[in-house]
Nanobody
């Protein structure tokens, strides 16, 4: 099982970034998948979740209306589109599925 993340980096407040998580080694289409984040000195928190069909999603209140989770079951990939970024979105972001974690991707929001 592998979850390989890409994307992220540095953005200015109000900017956008997109994270990707490419998976392999399991039947991706039958599992929900989550994005978490962990800011320095804080616990890891659930940011967004999507069901196996992609027709039901959950967002933490802190990102609702700004972030969008989506998945492509044809390519076994999940995405997190992050718009209207704020400095408090700065964290390491992780995808999670089937009891496995991605390697983490740093997102920094600063002017």
């Amino acid at each position: 099982v592998q979850l390989v993340q890409s994307g992220g980096g540095l953005a200015q407040p109000g900017g956008s970034l997109r994270l990707s998580c490419a998976t392999s080694g399991f039947t991706f289409s039958v599992f929900p998948i989550n994005w978490y984040r962990q800011a320095p000195g804080k616990e890891r928190e659930l940011v967004a979740s999507i069901n196996r069909n992609g027709d039901a999603t959950y967002y933490a209140d802190s990102v609702k209306g700004r972030f969008t989770i989506s998945r492509d079951n044809a390519t076994n990939t999940v995405y997190l589109q992050m718009n209207s970024l704020k400095p408090e979105d700065t964290a390491v972001y992780y995808c999670w599925c089937f009891n496995n974690w991605g390697q983490g991707t740093q997102v920094a929001v600063s002017s």
